[in-house]
């Protein structure tokens, strides 16, 4: 059984206290353990408000693909529309996903990865090369191990799963 969270999380508040989260320094040493390539197939499992997620698309460049996954609507929502019917997302944040050049970005827990998702998401690009996580694992107290069958569901056999859980000053100016 599925549990549903209730979705506290503010995109504009992350933004404002936490831009150090996906600074280029704090994730320049993730993003080398990933390596991505162009036409590298990844998913970035806790994309947040897509600043690295977005990155990682121009590193794959058109000939690759990248799919975001939050469980924040207000978080995912800055991106891209989700697959999830009961999510409604307005035109001009779907107009501005494809703008910053994300088409991809969907609401989902990743502690538990809805296998209609995930099997969706295989038809579509086949199995994952990459899966990628930043600054989000520890945010998974409720089932961790769910985050590892979340990975194998969508992880192409010798695939690389790059995640690092929030380090040293994660939590600067959270009051944590």
Not at 63 to 92: C, E, H, N, W, Y
Request: negative net charge.
């Amino acid at each position: 059984m599925s549990v549903k969270a209730v979705d506290t999380w503010s995109a504009s508040e992350y933004n404002a206290s936490a831009p150090f989260v996906y600074s280029t320094d704090n994730t320049r040493p993730i993003i080398a353990l990933l390596d991505p390539k162009p036409g590298d197939k990844i998913i970035d499992f806790g994309c947040g408000t897509g600043e690295v997620t977005l990155k990682l698309s121009e590193l794959v460049s058109d000939v690759g693909v990248v799919v975001g996954v939050d469980s924040s609507r207000s978080m995912a929502s800055t991106l891209a529309p989700s697959v999830q019917p009961d999510l409604f997302i307005k035109q001009s944040q779907i107009d501005k996903a494809k703008e910053n050049g994300l088409e991809n970005a969907h609401v989902q827990d990743i502690q538990a990865l809805d296998d209609g998702f995930a099997s969706q998401l295989v038809v579509k690009y086949g199995q994952f090369d990459k899966v990628f996580s930043n600054a989000t694992l520890h945010w998974c107290k409720r089932d961790p191990v769910g985050v590892i069958r979340s990975v194998k569901k969508v992880l192409k056999p010798g695939g690389i799963f790059a995640a690092e859980f929030g380090g040293w000053g994660n939590c600067i100016g959270t009051g944590i």
